[in-house]
T-cell receptor, first 113, second 112 residues
Framework: DQQVKQNSPSLSVQEGRISILNCDYTNSMFDYFLWYKKYPAEGPTFLISISSIKDKNEDGRFTVFLNKSAKHLSLHIVPSQPGDSAVYFCAARYAGNNRKLIWGLGTSLAVNP | NAGVTQTPKFQVLKTGQSMTLQCAQDMNHNSMYWYRQDPGMGLRLIYYSASEGTTDKGEVPNGYNVSRLNKREFSLRLESAAPSQTSVYFC???????????FGPGTRLLVL
């Protein structure tokens, strides 16, 4: 059973507009969340993260929002650029000493010029 | 810094053959990980090593063995490859106490 769910396999957005990628989780023991970006034939690269004690974290064009009561997080990319076209993975970490991450299945974002 | 490097980039095996996937990192990270990525399955943890000399099973360890040779290197061995092990394998590393994992470019493995 998927504990981290990315319900949209794909998303298409016009260049310059906002991209919103969503992630839902089921385990209230997760205390840290990360977003990774992956281009074809490359490994995932870290994008942005958020601790469960915060509700927002911003880094340039990327903002992650966390709604703990809804067990939902979202990644906003503003403005979207063609180079943002990639697969985006959401990952979550259990609280405590276990450093293992639980991964979503990914959302493929296409930013059209 | 090369970051995380993996060899080979691509490999074709016949069922029953063995091979070792190599991974090395030059970031002085304590923790290292092996994942596999399959279509529709996301990233699944095979094994991880919290520090030199220790290894632990992840979600899908069956059919694999690992060796944490030293702080830099973490290898993944398939003793008798099966078609179900056709996948893309990623190695990653992280600092102890930090959640961010840094990934290598991956090894594409095809088992016929």
């Amino acid at each position: 059973d998927q504990q981290v769910k990315q319900n949209s396999p794909s998303l298409s957005v016009q260049e310059g507009r906002i991209s919103i990628l969503n992630c839902d989780y089921t385990n209230s023991m997760f205390d840290y969340f990360l977003w990774y970006k992956k281009y074809p034939a490359e490994g995932p690269t870290f994008l942005i993260s958020i601790s469960s004690i915060k509700d927002k974290n911003e880094d340039g064009r990327f903002t992650v929002f966390l709604n703990k009561s809804a067990k939902h997080l979202s990644l906003h990319i503003v403005p979207s650029q063609p180079g943002d076209s990639a697969v985006y993975f959401c990952a979550a970490r259990y609280a405590g000493n276990n450093r293992k991450l639980i991964w979503g299945l990914g959302t493929s974002l296409a930013v059209n010029p | 810094n090369a970051g995380v490097t993996q060899t080979p980039k691509f490999q074709v095996l016949k069922t029953g053959q063995s091979m070792t996937l190599q991974c090395a990192q030059d970031m002085n990270h304590n923790s290292m990980y092996w994942y596999r990525q399959d279509p529709g399955m996301g990233l699944r943890l095979i094994y991880y090593s919290a520090s030199e000399g220790t290894t632990d099973k992840g979600e899908v360890p069956n059919g694999y063995n690992v060796s944490r040779l030293n702080k830099r290197e973490f290898s993944l061995r398939l003793e008798s490859a099966a078609p179900s092990q056709t996948s893309v394998y990623f190695c990653a590393s992280s600092l102890t106490g930090r959640e961010t994992q840094y990934f290598g470019p991956g090894t594409r493995l095809l088992v016929l």
